[in-house]
């Protein structure tokens, strides 16, 4: 996701003070900053997060909870009336800004403010939203006017040194934070082959990629993530396991098949990288993989996300869908099979940039927690996970 076809993106970080080593989470007393635990990787929620997310998600109901699973898109620009009361009223936790806005910083934040103001309460405080784009630079960047710098393309910021990569990557984020969000939908993580290049069609065509060798990939988006989270923005690596092999673009093309990539491919490294990094958000391709798993979508693949992502790599952080509501990658599956199938295979986030698809897609994450126990549990640990995303971002407060 995050094509210019659509103006949109794929795809918990400790908001941290790097220059002392201090995670800001929220707590009981209020916001209380303590010392990072020895060791915890850069960008890993610290343990009084995890706390807060407790207290928060006992306060909950079950509505609430099923909301915090998904991520609503609505208008950068103008977000529709209907589409933030659609969301408000499914207690959606998340929401990514989406099309194109030239507005600016100031003015993109008066419409962040506007959207938060939304947000559902818990025992009286506010469960805060995380506000998301595509800022990925080229012809994929949502947000520009004054304020915010013209973003080269990836593959323009592979051939910068890592140095002035994550230099630059910090800036960007500090736009995206003084315009009031927490979350980009990058870095694009694919490595597409010299010999395919632009016969790519999601990554290499718009030159999204920042290189065409794992080695150059693994180190700049590397840096990218670096950037992001000295500024206190986290980030996202994009599209596991990799949309670098593939010629169809899931947005645009049913059966995107990818006969190349193995559970070993070296392809995989930034993904790796990234992980070991302390990378909170990791968001699963809609593409086929024949040589990982036959049968599914990554999607909805517990062998994708459970197996190899969870397991293989150790994440555990937040694996948030590419676009579920109009990609044409999913279309011959309901919205709420949608939802159902990717919770179910272990996913965390379910992202839709068409807010008119959630309330399907609540209803049947509703109605399978009604009969699945197993689902149940699953529903409950991606819920923990996105509030300790959220308390390690300073958006939840806890009494």
Same mark, same amino acid.
């Given at each position: 996701?995050?094509?210019?076809?659509?103006?949109?993106?794929?795809?918990?970080?400790?908001?941290?003070?790097?220059? $002392?080593? &201090?995670?800001?989470? $929220?707590?009981?007393?209020?916001?209380?900053?303590?010392?990072? !635990?020895?060791?915890?990787?850069?960008?890993?929620?610290?343990?009084?997060?995890?706390?807060?997310?407790?207290?928060?998600?006992?306060?909950?109901?079950?509505?609430?909870?099923?909301?915090?699973?998904?991520?609503?898109?609505?208008?950068? /620009?103008?977000?529709?009336?209907?589409?933030?009361?659609?969301?408000?009223?499914?207690?959606?936790?998340?929401?990514?800004?989406?099309?194109?806005?030239?507005?600016?910083?100031?003015?993109?934040?008066?419409? $962040?403010?506007?959207?938060?103001?939304?947000?559902?309460?818990?025992?009286?405080?506010?469960?805060?939203?995380?506000?998301?784009?595509?800022?990925?630079?080229?012809?994929?960047?949502?947000?520009?006017?004054?304020?915010?710098?013209? *973003?080269?393309?990836?593959?323009?910021?592979?051939?910068?040194?890592?140095?002035?990569?994550?230099?630059?990557?910090?800036?960007? /984020?500090?736009?995206?934070?003084?315009?009031?969000?927490?979350?980009?939908? /990058?870095?694009?993580?694919?490595?597409?082959?010299?010999?395919?290049? %632009?016969?790519?069609?999601?990554?290499?065509?718009?030159?999204?990629?920042?290189?065409?060798?794992? !080695? $150059?990939?693994?180190?700049?988006?590397?840096?990218?993530?670096?950037?992001?989270?000295?500024?206190?923005? *986290?980030?996202?690596?994009?599209?596991?396991?990799?949309?670098?092999?593939?010629?169809?673009?899931?947005?645009?093309?049913?059966?995107?098949?990818?006969?190349?990539?193995?559970?070993?491919?070296?392809?995989?490294?930034?993904?790796?990288?990234?992980?070991?990094?302390? !990378?909170?958000?990791?968001?699963?391709?809609?593409?086929?993989?024949?040589?990982? =798993?036959?049968?599914?979508?990554?999607?909805?693949?517990?062998?994708?996300?459970?197996? &190899?992502?969870?397991?293989?790599?150790?994440?555990?952080?937040?694996?948030?869908? =590419?676009?579920?509501?109009? !990609?044409?990658?999913?279309?011959?599956?309901?919205?709420?099979?949608?939802?159902?199938?990717?919770?179910?295979?272990?996913?965390? *986030?379910?992202? %839709?940039?068409?807010?008119?698809?959630?309330?399907?897609?609540?209803?049947?994450?509703?109605?399978?927690?009604?009969?699945?126990?197993?689902?149940?549990?699953?529903?409950?640990?991606?819920?923990?996970?996105? &509030?300790?995303?959220?308390?390690? /971002?300073?958006?939840?407060?806890?009494?």
């Amino acid at each position: 996701m995050g094509t210019p076809v659509r103006r949109r993106a794929r795809g918990g970080s400790a908001a941290r003070r790097a220059s $002392v080593g &201090l995670v800001t989470t $929220v707590l009981a007393a209020g916001v209380c900053t303590v010392p990072a !635990a020895a060791g915890t990787a850069p960008g890993l929620p610290a343990a009084p997060a995890a706390g807060c997310a407790d207290t928060v998600y006992a306060g909950m109901t079950q509505a609430q909870r099923v909301g915090q699973l998904f991520m609503g898109g609505v208008a950068a /620009a103008r977000p529709s009336t209907t589409d933030l009361q659609t969301l408000r009223t499914n207690h959606v936790g998340s929401v990514m800004l989406t099309g194109r806005s030239s507005a600016g910083t100031a003015a993109t934040r008066k419409v $962040v403010d506007g959207i938060r103001a939304g947000a559902d309460t818990v025992g009286g405080r506010q469960v805060g939203l995380l506000v998301s784009t595509d800022q990925e630079g080229g012809q994929v960047q949502v947000l520009s006017g004054p304020g915010f710098s013209v *973003m080269p393309n990836a593959l323009t910021q592979g051939t910068w040194s890592t140095t002035t990569l994550r230099s630059r990557a910090q800036t960007w /984020a500090g736009q995206l934070k003084a315009a009031g969000l927490d979350l980009n939908l /990058a870095p694009v993580a694919d490595v597409v082959p010299a010999s395919l290049g %632009t016969r790519n069609a999601p990554i290499g065509h718009f030159y999204r990629e920042y290189g065409h060798t794992p !080695a $150059v990939v693994t180190s700049h988006t590397g840096a990218f993530a670096a950037g992001f989270r000295t500024a206190g923005v *986290m980030t996202t690596f994009k599209h596991f396991p990799g949309l670098g092999q593939v010629i169809g673009n899931t947005d645009t093309t049913a059966n995107v098949v990818d006969s190349v990539t193995t559970t070993s491919s070296a392809s995989l490294q930034p993904f790796q990288s990234g992980i070991k990094a302390g !990378a909170p958000f990791v968001m699963i391709s809609s593409a086929k993989y024949t040589k990982i =798993d036959s049968k599914h979508l990554a999607a909805f693949s517990p062998t994708v996300i459970n197996s &190899l992502l969870r397991t293989k790599f150790g994440f555990k952080g937040v694996v948030i869908s =590419d676009d579920l509501g109009q !990609a044409v990658a999913v279309r011959a599956y309901t919205p709420a099979q949608r939802a159902v199938q990717f919770i179910g295979a272990g996913g965390d *986030m379910v992202l %839709t940039v068409k807010a008119s698809t959630v309330p399907a897609m609540v209803q049947g994450v509703q109605a399978q927690m009604a009969k699945d126990a197993a689902f149940r549990a699953k529903v409950a640990a991606s819920v923990h996970r996105i &509030l300790t995303a959220k308390a390690a /971002a300073g958006r939840l407060t806890c009494s």
